[in-house]
């Protein structure tokens, strides 16, 4: 099991107290390992093993659990036994129907400590944020970062340089199934593939009941091919009718929110720097992990800049950055990220290969006129620190060092 800091640390200041924790993410993202550690430090903590009741939807030893009043006579049934707090952990709930209802009463019912994860972020759009305001957390859970798969593979990686571990995170991406063995780039990508299979069947086609199964893995496939670039419902209909097939818009726009769902692919908006507004138009989109592209298109070097902006975003969002695309003028900065206490713009290029290039890349970072940091980010080795505030630094710099951020 992958111990995850990072998001254990979220969650630490809320165990014991009345607030659901939510635990969302893609599917194969570390969520059930999640709850099994909090299980494990509960326990070494004085809690009980009886204390805990632990239900993964999953299984089909609970297959008779998936609705609300089954759900609810089975725990409190197995509550009455049990002496003090009891503490609740529920594996991919969103399968049960009107799992709020049940999940409610265990708050208001008996003293309880609960946690859920699902694969799905319509888990926060549901009847759950009416019935419980102010009376839960989220935390989103990625695949590993660069940073984690470093030290989740330890001395498996060791003589390697900076460079190397860079390339082979950018080829393997960070789904710990693909960490937790040693595993060549083949059969890594076929668990990758794997992966992407089920979130597609569970997460997306059987929970919106979409039929039209080819058309969807289209839209995933065309989206995919085309990260880092700006992309439009319109612009999806375009490459259908170029292919000589006809798909309404609306249908179009109803995967697109149904992929996004799934976390599998985010959706980032662009966003008015001067004008500090956002935009409805030309949004880009970004996957969980960069071993996906890898997995279904294998390497090509035409998609490197969009793996590295990939990377980038990811990298911002686990950080708890608010991440948007900045448009100035006529000009483009790939990431302007905001939180509650900083703010910081990134450009991405794979390398700095002539005068023409370092005035196109710093350019709209040289536009901004605040005292933000601002950040070029390379898979250089060798480069210039600064021009006028702007910082050229490598990819690994920006993946390792906190004080960025």
């Not at 409610?104 to 946690?115: C, E, G, K, Q």
């Not at 997460?203 to 039929?211: G, H, K, L, M, S």
């Not at 950080?319 to 450009?347: T, W």
Request: glycine share 6%; net charge negative.
């Amino acid at each position: 099991m992958i111990d995850r800091p990072l998001y254990y640390e979220k969650i630490a200041p809320f165990i014991g107290k009345p607030f659901i924790k939510i635990i969302s993410g893609v599917r194969r993202s570390g969520k059930s390992s999640m709850m099994l550690l909090i299980q494990q430090h509960l326990i070494e903590q004085g809690i009980r093993a009886d204390q805990i009741i632990s239900i993964n939807f999953e299984s089909m030893k609970y297959y008779d659990l998936r609705d609300s009043h089954a759900l609810y006579a089975h725990v409190t049934d197995a509550v009455k036994k049990i002496d003090g707090m009891v503490y609740l952990f529920f594996d991919e709930v969103q399968v049960v129907d009107r799992w709020e209802v049940a999940i409610n009463s265990f708050l208001v019912d008996f003293p309880s400590d609960i946690y859920i994860t699902g694969s799905n972020s319509q888990l926060l759009s549901s009847e759950l944020s009416t019935l419980l305001t102010g009376r839960y957390i989220h935390i989103q859970m990625q695949p590993l970062s660069f940073q984690e798969m470093l030290t989740c593979r330890g001395s498996d990686l060791a003589g390697m340089t900076n460079e190397d571990l860079l390339w082979f995170y950018i080829r393997r991406g960070g789904f710990p199934a693909v960490h937790v063995a040693e595993y060549d780039e083949r059969n890594t990508w076929e668990i990758i593939k794997n992966i992407y299979d089920s979130i597609v069947l569970w997460d997306v086609v059987q929970r919106y009941n979409i039929r039209q199964v080819d058309i969807l893995n289209r839209v995933i496939r065309f989206i995919i091919d085309t990260i880092g670039r700006p992309i439009s419902a319109k612009k999806i209909s375009d490459y259908f009718k170029s292919q000589y097939r006809s798909v309404d818009i609306n249908t179009i726009y109803s995967y697109l929110d149904a992929i996004t769902s799934s976390y599998i692919i985010s959706k980032v908006q662009r966003y008015d720097i001067h004008g500090k507004e956002l935009l409805r138009t030309q949004e880009k989109y970004y996957l969980a992990d960069p071993g996906i592209q890898h997995a279904l298109f294998g390497y090509e070097d035409k998609h490197i800049s969009g793996v590295l902006e990939n990377i980038i975003y990811q990298e911002l969002v686990r950080r708890g950055y608010a991440v948007f695309i900045g448009k100035l003028g006529d000009q483009e900065v790939d990431f302007v990220a905001d939180s509650p206490h900083n703010r910081l713009y990134v450009q991405v290029a794979y390398r700095i290969e002539s005068e023409r290039t370092v005035e196109r890349e710093f350019a709209p970072l040289l536009a901004i006129r605040d005292s933000h940091p601002k950040y070029l980010v390379t898979m250089d080795t060798h480069y210039q620190d600064s021009i006028d505030g702007v910082r050229h630094i490598g990819l690994y710099q920006f993946l390792t060092d906190n004080s960025l951020y």
